[in-house]
C-alpha cells in the first residue's frame, strides 16, 4: 500500500472517530458527519466536483447498512422497537429511499449540496432552540404511516441520514415513548440505508469520474475506514454525554452544523 494511499485511509477512520464521537454524545446520526467530511476528504483527493456531493452521500448510505444494523440489535434485545408501527413504516420507507437517490441523481453536485445545506442548518437551528418532538396520543392509520415512511425514507436518503431526525419527532407525535421512539427510529434507518446505497451503486454505475475502489457512488476504501472506528467510538460517544454539560455540548454542535451548512450553501 503506496504512502498516498495510507493517508487517505487514515482519514477515513478518522471520520468514522468524528462521526462516532458525536454521534453518541448528540443522539445524531452519523450521516451528518460522515457527508460533509467526505466531501471535504474526496475534495482533497482531487475527485470531480460533480461525483463528490453523490459519492459522499452513497458511501455514507453504506456504512449507515453496518452501524445501523448494530443499533437496531440493541435496541431489539431492549424491547425498543414497535414492530407493528417499523412494519407500517417499512413500504414508504423503502419506496421513498429509492426516490429520494433518484431524485439525487438528477441533480448536479452543487444543487444538491445546497439542499443538504439548507437541511444540516434546519437541525442545527432545531438543536440550538431545544425543540424536543410533540408528543402524541395515538397512531394514525396504516395509509399515514406509509405516506410518512415515504417522506422519511425520500429525504434520508437524498442526504445520506438514518432518519432519526425525522422518524423520532413523527413517532413521538404517534404517542411513542422516547426509547420506544429511539429504538423504532434505529430500525427504520435500515432499510433506508440498503435501499438507498444499492439505488446509489445502480445510479451511478460506469461513471467514468469516479475513483478507484468505488462501486457507483459508494466508496470502499471509505467505507471500511469509517465502518472500523464509527462503531467503537460512538460507545464513547454515549459516556462522554453522561459526563459533559449537555446545554453546552447542544449550542457547541449546533453551531458546528450551522457552519458546515453555511459552508454547502456559500
Given at each position: ?10 482519514g477515513?477512520?478518522a ?16 450521516g ?8 471535504f ?44 408501527w417499523?412494519l407500517?413504516l ?12 433518484c ?6 453536485g ?15 437551528g432545531?438543536?440550538a ?20 415512511g415515504?417522506?422519511i ?22 404517542g ?7 429504538g423504532?427510529s434505529a ?41 472500523l ?6 460507545r ?12 453546552v ?18
Amino acid at each position: 500500500m503506496t504512502a498516498s494511499m495510507l493517508s487517505i485511509m487514515a482519514g477515513y477512520l478518522a471520520i468514522g472517530v468524528l462521526a462516532g464521537t458525536l454521534a453518541g454524545v448528540f443522539g445524531v446520526g452519523g450521516g451528518l458527519i460522515i457527508v460533509p467530511s467526505l466531501v471535504f476528504a474526496f475534495g482533497l483527493q482531487g475527485i470531480d466536483p460533480a461525483v463528490v456531493m453523490h459519492l459522499a452521500v452513497g458511501t455514507s448510505l453504506a456504512t449507515i447498512v453496518v452501524t445501523g444494523a448494530s443499533s437496531t440489535w440493541g435496541h431489539v434485545q431492549k424491547g425498543g422497537v414497535r414492530r407493528g408501527w417499523f412494519l407500517a413504516l417499512l413500504p414508504g420507507l423503502m419506496l421513498g429511499a429509492v426516490a429520494g437517490v433518484c431524485v439525487a441523481g438528477n441533480l448536479s453536485g452543487g444543487s444538491l449540496g445546497t439542499l443538504f445545506g439548507l437541511f444540516v442548518i434546519l437541525v442545527a437551528g432545531k438543536m440550538a432552540l431545544g425543540l424536543g418532538p410533540k408528543l402524541g396520543a395515538a397512531a394514525p392509520g396504516r395509509l399515514a404511516m406509509g405516506a410518512a415512511g415515504g417522506v422519511i425514507g425520500a429525504v434520508s436518503a437524498l442526504f445520506g441520514i438514518g432518519g432519526g431526525t425525522l422518524t423520532v419527532p413523527w413517532l413521538s407525535r404517534c404517542g411513542a415513548r422516547m426509547t420506544d421512539a429511539v429504538g423504532t427510529s434505529a430500525a427504520c434507518g435500515l432499510p433506508i440505508a440498503i435501499f438507498g446505497a444499492m439505488t446509489f451503486i445502480v445510479v451511478g454505475w460506469g461513471n467514468p469520474e469516479l475513483p478507484p475502489w468505488s462501486t457507483g457512488f459508494v466508496s470502499w476504501p471509505a467505507f471500511l475506514g469509517i465502518v472500523l472506528t464509527s462503531v467503537p467510538f460512538a460507545r464513547l460517544g454515549v459516556r462522554l454525554a453522561h459526563v459533559l454539560p449537555a446545554h453546552v455540548l447542544r449550542l457547541a454542535f449546533a453551531t458546528l452544523l450551522a457552519g458546515v451548512g453555511l459552508r454547502f450553501l456559500l
